[in-house]
């Protein structure tokens, strides 16, 4: 699990006997504010949540915090500057002065619950940057009746021998922002924690051999939170943090940042005002950077990969007018430096209905169209039709709060591609016309078609009988595996349930899961949505996929969208003798394209298989050879 900051800024503090010290790395202050003056409201934040100002000398900004119960609160300062750059005062709700004198690394006060003002005064341009806490809350081992912790508590405890239980309780914000929860113990030490948000459906979990931190976008409510000892347990510490709000990226502005490592990820928020509005979002490094959008923090609706020393653009079109969040990762053990520039470049263009449209695809490029379904239950058709010559695929999505809920996709040879979806209630649909793959830039002709679903319900059951008996007796009689219109037709296409490799880049990112399902590799590339092996150009690799239904394979295709042309066999398991048998052998015809849909001629079989093993002749093609998805094709036994 990555360590998430909101900012890229490096923090190594050192502060003695501070429980927040070791969060610090993970959820750095949150974004610059401007500074009021104290006839302004004050910015309220929550206690736990770092927070993070630039002054100039002679400047001031002020915040409320309320502090739940009586106790010694500790202020931290967790900026590279001297903090004694800073006059801190600090006024109770009656405006009684409690502290008042040159901000320290810690401070360390005893208060009363309640709102409190703090207020910071720059005796020299600074940054500030600062977090507050409590040693406070508890944790049972009775799952009946669990302790209480609270946004900004640490707890610690010893000799920890059966597994703790918490109610966690985080404070209400107007922003979406990262919950983390540190889970520390001393030498030797294990612990496994999960945090389950008690009416939603967000969870996380770590084993602390791993990594020490949980993370989880909130806003606010209640999480059930259980830690585990699986070695040792001498000592335990549990830290409940918020990062803060995400800096905003300025329109048409350049950003700089730097990642630390691979553990290190930065999260910026820009603002989208008009749905359909085309995104271009251009990342620069020293070293290769993930780039991942989504509508809150840690999600990933849209993603693409800027390379060392080269330019990286993610492309999208917005479903929403609001705020949408980027976050920056990369796989350079020494971190990278970047600048990153967000841009509105376009306006998606509304397709009518039932009505033909020219377009015009760029090499490299996409096109993009918004479908208005006004009515409900209505089906979405979209065809389109380029050049002979050309290869443009098309994929058709509806996002709803913040969420891919349906997505159908076109990726055959050529360019002729149709995808639909059922409209269940009135909604805008996306449409991509993707050239991603195309030499030049190519004209086509797109249409979208809505009509009623239930006009087609007088239809269903009038299956002319005797059609298809005769489709069926025709059937038998050709020979098994030769083509016929009820084969081209009619044949069962399924895409991968389960998948094993001989080997897989992580368990995760590029792992063998990643070929289950339909294709959600968005364009060429070294992308983690598709299955790479451990090493490249080392050995010969195989992918064992299973399938739903077993069927008499006729086809299949293998969607390769990084350096194609390295499948050297592909086999299907017959059950019968629960041997392997090859369909087919050879050198591919995908070698040296950019991406490639790998569908040779199989040889035919007189058995019924949901299994089927390729055999990726690493050596072959240089760099990693990564398999998207895999599409079977045939008829069932009966």
Not at 214 to 232: F, Q, S, W
Request: glycine share 8%; net charge negative.
């Amino acid at each position: 699990m990555q360590r998430v900051k909101f900012i890229g800024i490096n923090r190594s503090v050192s502060v003695v006997l501070c429980v927040f010290l070791l969060a610090l790395s993970v959820f750095p202050p949150s974004t610059a504010l401007a500074a009021p003056s104290l006839q302004t409201e004050a910015i309220r934040i929550l206690l736990g949540e770092f927070a993070q100002a630039s002054l100039n000398e002679g400047e001031e900004i002020a915040y409320v915090m309320n502090f739940p119960i009586d106790g010694v609160y500790t202020f931290v300062f967790t900026g590279k500057d001297d903090p004694a750059s800073f006059t801190f005062t600090l006024l109770d709700a009656e405006g009684n002065e409690l502290y008042n004198g040159a901000m320290q690394s810690e401070v360390n006060l005893e208060l009363s619950a309640g709102e409190h003002l703090l207020l910071f005064t720059a005796e020299a341009a600074a940054e500030l940057d600062f977090v507050v806490g409590i040693e406070a809350g508890s944790m049972t081992t009775d799952p009946d009746n669990p302790g209480e912790l609270f946004n900004g508590a640490t707890f610690l405890t010893e000799d920890v021998t059966e597994p703790l239980y918490a109610r966690l309780t985080v404070e209400s914000s107007l922003y979406p922002q990262r919950l983390g929860v540190l889970i520390q113990g001393g030498e030797g030490d294990v612990y496994q924690a999960e945090l389950t948000e008690r009416d939603g459906w967000e969870s996380a979990s770590i084993s602390t051999d791993e990594t020490d931190s949980l993370h989880i976008t909130t806003t606010g409510g209640e999480y059930d939170l259980v830690v585990v000892p699986i070695e040792g347990g001498a000592s335990l510490q549990v830290s409940i943090f918020l990062s803060g709000p995400a800096p905003k990226l300025e329109l048409g502005v350049e950003t700089e940042g730097e990642l630390t490592g691979v553990d290190d990820a930065d999260v910026y928020q820009f603002t989208v005002d008009e749905v359909g509005t085309e995104v271009l979002v251009t990342v620069a490094a020293d070293a290769t950077i993930m780039m991942n959008v989504g509508l809150e923090p840690g999600e990933s609706l849209w993603y693409a990969t800027a390379y060392e020393d080269a330019t990286g653009e993610l492309a999208f079109v917005a479903p929403h007018a609001g705020v949408y969040y980027l976050e920056l990762t990369t796989d350079a053990e020494d971190g990278a430096t970047y600048t990153v520039l967000f841009e509105e470049v376009g306006q998606a263009e509304t397709l009518p209905l039932n009505e033909a449209v020219r377009g015009q695809v760029k090499a490299g490029s996409n096109a993009n169209f918004i479908v208005r379904v006004e009515e409900p239950e209505q089906f979405v058709l979209v065809v389109v039709v380029g050049p002979d010559d050309s290869d443009i695929d098309l994929t058709l999505q509806r996002i709803q709060e913040g969420q891919e809920i349906a997505y159908d996709s076109s990726y055959l040879p050529g360019s002729r591609e149709i995808v639909a979806l059922y409209a269940d209630e009135p909604s805008d649909y996306f449409v991509t016309v993707q050239g991603w793959w195309l030499a030049e830039d190519a004209e086509f002709v797109i249409m979208a078609s809505t009509g009623a679903v239930t006009d087609l319900f007088g239809m269903v059951g009038e299956t002319d009988a005797a059609d298809e008996n005769a489709a069926e007796d025709a059937a038998e009689e050709s020979e098994v595996g030769e083509p016929t219109p009820k084969e081209t037709i009619g044949a069962l296409e399924q895409w991968v349930s389960a998948a094993e490799a001989s080997s897989q880049y992580s368990d995760d990112a590029w792992s063998a899961q990643q070929v289950i399902g339909e294709p959600d590799t968005p364009e060429p590339g070294d992308f983690y949505t598709a299955w790479a092996a451990r090493s490249s150009d080392a050995q010969t690799e195989t992918l064992t996929l299973t399938f739903e239904q077993a069927v008499i394979p006729t086809a299949i295709e293998i969607y390769e969208s990084y350096n194609p042309g390295a499948v050297a066999r592909i086999e299907v398991l017959d059950p019968n003798t629960d041997e392997w048998v090859v369909v087919w052998e050879g050198v591919s015809d995908t070698v040296r394209q950019r991406i490639a849909i790998f569908s040779p001629q199989l040889q035919p079989v007189d058995f019924a298989t949901n299994q089927v093993r390729l055999t990726i002749d690493e050596p072959s093609v240089p760099g990693w050879n990564e398999i998207d998805a895999v599409k079977l094709i045939g008829w069932p036994e009966n």
